[in-house]
């Protein structure tokens, strides 16, 4: 028999679990409610929840160390939430792994509207494994795995900056402006905030090493592109 998904809530507000457990229960979702950014990790491992929603502000410890201690061990999602609004929280919970990002006050039937973005996204690549494996040269994008191997070695990235990897490998060559990126791998628009693109692309290049047979190029006034690397 198959089970509802579990969706882990830690937010120290009362109020915002309360609604967004009514609105999940609507749509067939099982919830666990945390309030301590110290108490997650002992739910979120005894639990093994399908996908995280994580305050950045809480009690113990935030929810930005929380997100990186969740990605040190598991690709689950999660889902950021802040009262702050402000880019530089945007970007670093990006850069941490967040797969989505929301502004508090919020609306609880928007957070579940990304909630079902997100599964959709994990359910198209369960049915389509064949698809999910790109390789060039000595480098390898396992979407299935969030895995990315130079060489054999594994280069640790982001899910966001491995599904980027992945996109532009399986069309190389292709040009990308940073709106195709955002719809193509976010699936939704940041208040025409495109930023995280580039502080994704930039964290990519950095993370891959000078041996890696693909690179990753700037079209001024256009967006990106990835292209076999021309190694002297």
Known sequence: MAHNKLILIADDEAGIHESLRIYLRRDGYDSYSVYRGTDVMEAFTRLRPDLVILDVMMPGRSGTQVCADIRAVSMTPIIMLTAKGEESDRLLGFALGA?????????????????????????????APEKTRVAIGNTEINLA????????????????EVEILHLMAAHLGQVFTREQLLDSIWGFDFDGD????DTSVKRIRKKLPPLCDLELKSVYGVGY????????
């Open 194 to 197: 495109n930023r995280v693109v």
């Open 145 to 160: 795995r969030y895995e990315v191997l130079v060489a054999g070695e594994p280069v640790v990235m982001s899910p966001k």
């Open 99 to 127: 797969d989505d990002y929301i502004v508090k006050p919020f609306s609880p039937r928007e957070v579940v509207s990304r909630i079902q973005v997100i599964f959709r996204r994990m359910n198209m690549l369960e049915s």
């Open 225 to 232: 592109k990835l292209e076999e690397a021309q190694h002297a």
